[in-house]
Each structure stands twice: as structure tokens, then as C-alpha cells.
């Protein structure tokens, strides 16, 4: 596989040495195009994610999607997005302020800072820390803190009800993404990203090749608890267009409610994206023991499988979206606390068997 | 949901319908994933596609003879019968000069399509049969004086597309078309 390292050290060797510069210059330097990088493809994917997510829900629902702006539409996305750029920014009356501002940001910093964990090819992991799972999960669940706020600080019952469902919601679900994530550590034996991706290279390494049935078990209950994470439908409580306009968002205009749906969509992709890492084998190529076969698969680029496995991902989430009814507040903390949470827990201890043992596929 | 399924029961019952319904959209999905979805995109297909039943209500139009000439004989019970005020006939009378009878003579016949609600109560209450509603329906304007129309005046010819008043293209019923050729 190709090794994305070369081209950073690279790069970091041409700005220390080639030009001289001293270890703040350099180091700021490669941090400001990181951070652009990190955001010029968080905006690229949010708006081939609204594109897909329109032309997919469309297509489930027998409808053609956008067709006017563009070939096929495809201009559709960035005349949205140009629209809500030039709208006002307008703040309620009697919210309350600070919080009303701070909240579409928060909702963005968790989003992005979990976007950040994704690897995107060998050696092309912009946070790769030795906790990174752990850390992920830390970073991502600063969005419900965001959620709430945005409730709370806009003065309108309809966020304060959606608020507090999601706030209960995405607390939940947490534990099941975490029960979930750490069945993998148990297997790979490491929380870092490279770490995990790299346990997966090789034939039938993928986790849920390897892990068989308690990995089989975790990914799809890590799909279900990700779903809800994500607030996307069946579980999109914290919206419930039909019971609460909008949810929290309902008093958001302009980029302010932008952030919002970025940040929803996002958030859809970083789900996937991680369950394609853990358990899919991020950029690892399919390999199955065959010589030839595994070259050709290796000489695909790492990002293409990984955008693949993640795309793949997003659009059975999106398949189960706009399959399944929403579903009742207490139906929701029922499916987590009764059935997902103890399988999750059950699971674990198969996991745990299964290491000790030996039993996974070495 | 029976309340007196056990926990596994309920597992397995909930998976199941859940499976039901992921393979009904899966189905919607990729059955005949290009052609066969339901919108139909109208400006496209104007000339090529599109089908107008020709029973639909798109505006009121004389009967005309093979001659050019009208039944109408301005009895104004199509003015009565409308709801809206939407007609507006003008007649005065004058001698046939074969007869030598006094008859009405039909001067305007004003149609307002903008005050229309396509009940088709005039042309039920039309005894001389010389009206008639066309599936013809791109009527829009940009002036509303213009929606007035005086149907003894004009020479209609079938709408503003071809074949249009024979229903359009082909069509069947319980399939869509969304190609615009």
C-alpha cells in the first residue's frame, strides 16, 4: 500500500531543512494546511452527502430528486448551500444570547474534531493518538452539548422538548457505540486508528471477518446506536418535523442553522466512517489470500477504499432512514436500555471468550 | 404488537417486520431504478411525453360546426349556472331574415378564466350543447385582462401543444413516464 507518510515527511522536510524555518514556523505552517484541509473536505463531503442524501431519498421513494439546477441536479447543493450563505443571521429576541450563539458552534467543533479521527489512508491520519477511540468518542459527544444549548437558549418549547429528547437520546446511545467500539479494541488490542486499520491488512483481516460472530454482532449494533447518534430517522426524536417544526434548530437561520445540518450530515459520515474503520478495515483493501488477486486489490489507492466502505455504509443508513417510521421517545429508550445495551454487554463477554481462546481468525 | 410475546419473541418478531420492511423500499429502490419512478418532469415533456386525460378541465371552448359556426344562442343559462360570475354574454335581438322571427343574436361572449373554478355546471346546464371544457391548460399570463377570453370571437385550434386535445402521448394507466423524450 501506498505510505501517505512519505509526502508529509516530505513536506515537513522541505519546510525545516530545504527552507530553514524554525520549529514554531514549520509546525504552524503544516497545522494551517491541515486545518484547511480538514474543513475543505468537511465541506466537500457535507454537500455530496445533501446531494446523495436528496437523489437516494428520492429514488426510495419513487421520485426523481433535483433535476433542474445542473445536469441531473448536481448544482442543486451549491445553490442551497449559496442561499443559506447570503441569508440573514437572526437572533430571537428573548434567547439567550451567548448560549444561542455558542451552540451551532459547538455542534461543529464536536463534529469536526470526531471527523478528524478518520483515517483516511495509510500514514494519512490527521489525529492519531494512542487513545484515539476513546478520545473520538469524547470529542463527538460534545455535539449534545451543543443540541441542548441550542434548545435551551433559543425560548421556544418546541427546542426545549426536542433538547431534552436528544440530550436523553444521544446519552444513551452512547453507551452501546462505546460497548461496541471497545468489543473491537478487545480484538485489535489497540485504540489508535493506524493501530486498528493496520490489525485489519492482510486476507480476511477485516474485523468482522476476523471477529466473526461478536464482531458481526457490534457492527450492526453499532449501526443502529451510530443511527440514533447521528439523530438521523428512525430515531431522528431531537427533529420530529411533524411534532416539533424543526427541534432545536427551529429558531436557527442562515449559517447558524447551516451549521446545524452540516453538522447532521456529517455526523452521518463520521458514523460510517468509523464503523467502516473498525469494523470494515478502513483503508485496508479486500484481501483474500490469493496472490494475484491481493495486488491488484492493493493497487487501489487506501482513501478510494475507504470512501467506498464509508459511502457504502452512509447509504444503508440512509436505506434504513427512509425505510423505518420515527419511533416514540419511550420506544427509543426501550430499544437501548432493554435490548441493545445487554446485547451489548453479552456481546463484550463473547468477545473477551473469543480472544482469550484464540477462537478469531488469526 | 400482542402484549404476550416473550423478550425473544419480541426480538425475533421485531426483526423480522423490520426485514419486511427494508426489502419493500429495497424493492422501490431497484425496481426499474431509471425509468420507474413517478414524477414526470413537465416542461421537458411538454411536446414529447406528455399526456393530458381528456376529460381534464384546463379552460371552456365553443363548439364549433364544421363551418366555423357556433350553437351558442345566448339563452344565458350558462351564465345562471356559474357560481363565480365567470360569464358574461351580451345579445340583442334581432329578425331571422328567413323566418322573419325576432331571435337572439349572441354580441360577446365573455369567459373569465381567471374567476373559472372548472365546476363544468355551464356546460351541464347548456341545453344546445355549444360549450365544452378541453384538457387544454397552459393558460397562464402575464397580465390578467388577458385571462378574459371572448369564445365567439376566437378561432380555437387545439391548444397550445400537439395532440393535446387528444389526451397527448400514449399512456397507460398505473405506469409513469419521467423521460422528457
Known amino acids: 500500500m501506498f505510505d ?6 516530505w513536506f515537513d522536510a522541505l519546510l525545516r531543512e530545504t527552507l530553514g524555518l524554525g520549529d514554531f514556523l514549520s509546525i504552524l505552517i503544516e497545522c494551517v494546511l491541515v486545518g484547511a484541509a480538514i474543513l475543505g473536505g468537511y465541506a466537500m463531503l457535507a454537500i455530496v452527502l445533501i446531494f446523495m442524501e436528496r437523489k437516494v431519498c428520492a429514488y426510495f421513494q419513487c421520485r426523481l430528486g433535483p ?31 451567548l448560549l444561542y450563539l455558542v451552540a451551532p458552534l459547538l455542534v461543529i467543533i464536536g463534529s469536526v474534531g470526531a471527523f478528524s479521527f478518520l483515517p483516511w489512508n495509510n500514514g494519512a491520519t490527521i489525529l492519531d493518538f494512542n487513545v484515539g477511540v476513546f478520545l473520538l468518542t469524547a470529542v463527538s459527544s460534545i455535539g449534545v452539548v451543543g443540541i441542548f444549548l441550542a434548545g435551551w437558549g433559543s425560548n421556544n418549547k418546541y427546542s426545549v422538548v426536542s433538547a431534552m429528547r436528544g440530550a436523553v437520546q444521544m446519552i444513551s446511545y452512547e453507551m452501546s457505540l462505546c460497548l461496541c467500539l471497545i468489543t473491537a479494541v478487545i480484538l485489535t488490542g489497540t485504540m489508535q486508528m493506524s493501530g486498528i486499520v493496520e490489525a485489519q491488512t492482510g486476507p480476511w483481516k477485516w474485523l468482522i471477518f476476523q471477529g466473526h460472530i461478536p464482531a458481526i454482532i457490534a457492527f450492526i449494533v453499532f449501526l443502529i446506536a451510530g443511527n440514533a447518534e447521528a439523530n438521523r430517522g428512525p430515531f431522528d426524536m431531537a427533529e420530529a418535523e411533524s411534532e416539533l417544526t424543526a427541534g432545536h434548530h427551529t429558531e436557527y437561520s442562515g449559517m447558524g442553522f447551516g ?23 478502513g483503508w485496508a483493501p479486500v484481501n483474500i489470500g490469493i496472490e494475484a488477486f491481493d495486488t491488484v486489490m492493493n493497487y487501489i489507492p487506501g482513501i478510494v477504499w475507504f470512501l467506498g466502505k464509508a459511502f457504502f455504509l452512509v447509504w444503508i443508513l440512509m436505506w434504513v432512514k427512509w425505510t423505518f417510521p420515527r419511533l416514540r421517545i419511550d420506544q427509543i429508550l426501550k430499544l437501548e436500555w432493554k435490548y441493545l445495551m445487554p446485547l451489548g454487554l453479552i456481546n463484550l463477554v463473547i468477545m473477551t471468550v473469543v480472544v482469550a481462546l484464540g477462537l478469531y481468525i488469526k | 404488537m400482542e402484549d404476550n410475546k416473550t423478550y425473544f419473541g419480541e426480538i425475533g418478531h421485531g426483526l423480522k417486520t423490520l426485514a419486511v420492511g427494508m426489502k419493500t423500499s429495497w424493492k422501490e429502490y431497484f425496481k426499474d431504478f431509471f425509468t420507474n419512478k413517478s414524477t414526470e418532469q ?3 415533456n411538454r411536446k414529447t411525453t406528455l399526456h393530458v386525460a381528456k376529460r381534464h378541465r384546463g379552460r371552456l371552448v365553443f363548439k364549433r360546426n364544421e363551418d366555423g359556426s357556433y350553437k351558442c344562442t345566448a339563452c344565458t343559462l ?28 349572441l354580441d360577446d361572449y365573455a369567459y373569465d378564466l381567471g374567476d373559472c373554478m372548472f365546476c363544468q355546471l355551464c356546460t351541464n346546464a347548456c341545453n344546445f350543447d355549444a360549450i365544452e371544457f378541453t384538457n387544454d391548460f397552459e393558460n397562464a399570463v402575464f397580465d390578467r385582462s388577458k385571462l378574459v377570453l371572448h369564445l365567439n370571437e376566437e378561432v380555437y385550434a387545439g391548444g397550445s401543444l400537439p395532440n393535446l386535445i387528444e389526451g397527448g402521448a400514449e399512456w397507460e394507466i398505473g405506469k409513469f413516464n419521467t423521460k422528457t423524450k
Not at chain 1, 4 to 9: A, D, K, L, P
Not at chain 1, 274 to 279: G, M, P, Q, S, Y
Not at chain 2, 84 to 100: F, L, R, S, V, W
Open chain 2, 42 to 44: 413537465y416542461p421537458e
Open chain 1, 67 to 97: 433535476m433542474r439546477v445542473g445536469y441531473w441536479g448536481l448544482l442543486q447543493v451549491f445553490a442551497d448551500v449559496f442561499k443559506m450563505l447570503i441569508k440573514e443571521i437572526f437572533i430571537v429576541d428573548k434567547a439567550d444570547k
Open chain 1, 4 to 9: 501517505f507518510s512519505i509526502v508529509t515527511q
Open chain 1, 259 to 281: 451549521f446545524f445540518y452540516l453538522a447532521e450530515f456529517l455526523n452521518l459520515f463520521i458514523i460510517a466512517g468509523i464503523a467502516a474503520t473498525v469494523f470494515l478495515g
Open chain 2, 78 to 105: 350558462c351564465e345562471k349556472a356559474c357560481p363565480n360570475g365567470t360569464i358574461k354574454i351580451t345579445a340583442h335581438m334581432a329578425e331571422d331574415p328567413e323566418t322573419g322571427k325576432k331571435k337572439k343574436v
